[in-house]
């Protein structure tokens, strides 16, 4: 079993939607979670970090953990053009103690 | 400056080439990586070094090598590669165990011919 799965899309929204990315990991023993969020031609950069269960809320950006069901989520509220990319999941821990991440999937917001 | 850099970021080079992509980070982190990014796959880590001493290696082929000469600089250096080598190869650090996330360069597309 991958220690994190994630569905690679793609995924296409018109603009103003709710859209809710996910991804399921398999080590109960997570910490930390985050999403990243990738441009075209760009590297990833860090959109939200959430310590063990719960919510954090950022703007649009809601990333929820649940430990129970090892189960992570990012929704974005009223979508934007400027959110399509492609957003990666990812866990801290692993064997050797590293950032693990899933697929990616790529989203894109029609106007 | 700020934050992490790579050069180039492009590159095409035949089979029988020797280049080397750098990374320079302006954080003032302790912690640097190499990552391979391939469509279809999630982020593959292929090194890592902590105060410039290499504490992993991702049983990566020894076509691709190494180098931390010092906490802010990363190079890697290539030879003799295969078209499956392919990829965008990006480079991130980060401060401490990197629990708090890794901060990414915008990679060096490499096409091998």
């Known amino acids: 079993q991958k220690e994190v799965e994630q569905d690679p899309g793609p995924l296409s929204v018109p603009e103003g939607a709710i859209v809710s990315l996910n991804c399921t990991y398999s080590?109960?023993?997570?910490?930390?979670f985050m999403w990243y969020r990738q441009y075209s031609r760009k590297g990833p950069e860090l959109l939200m970090y959430?310590?063990?269960?719960g919510n954090k809320e950022d703007g649009r950006f809601t990333a929820q953990v649940d430990k129970s069901s090892k189960y992570i989520s990012l929704f974005i509220r009223d979508s934007q053009p400027s959110d399509s990319a492609t957003y990666l999941c990812?866990?801290?821990?692993?064997?050797?103690?590293?950032?693990?991440f899933g697929k990616g999937t790529k989203l894109s917001v029609k106007p | 400056e700020t934050g992490v850099t790579q050069t180039p970021r492009h590159l095409v080079m035949g089979m029988t080439n020797k280049k080397s992509l750098k990374c320079e980070q302006h954080?003032?982190?302790?912690?640097m990586y190499w990552y391979k990014q391939s469509a279809k796959k999630p982020l593959e880590l292929m090194f890592v070094?902590?105060?410039?001493?290499?504490?992993e290696n991702n049983s990566v082929p020894s076509r691709f090598s190494p180098e931390c000469p010092n906490s802010s600089h990363l190079f890697l250096h290539l030879h003799t590669l295969q078209p499956e080598d392919s990829a965008l190869y990006l480079c991130?650090?980060?401060?401490?165990?990197?629990?708090?996330?890794?901060?990414f360069g915008s990679g060096t597309r490499l096409t091998v011919v």
């Open positions: 991130a650090s980060s401060q401490g165990s990197g629990n708090y996330g890794y901060t």
């Open positions: 080590n109960s023993a997570f910490q930390y």
């Open positions: 959430t310590y063990s269960s």
């Open positions: 990812a866990v801290f821990g692993g064997s050797q103690g590293n950032l693990i």
């Open positions: 954080l003032g982190h302790n912690a």
């Open positions: 070094y902590n105060f410039k001493e290499q504490t």
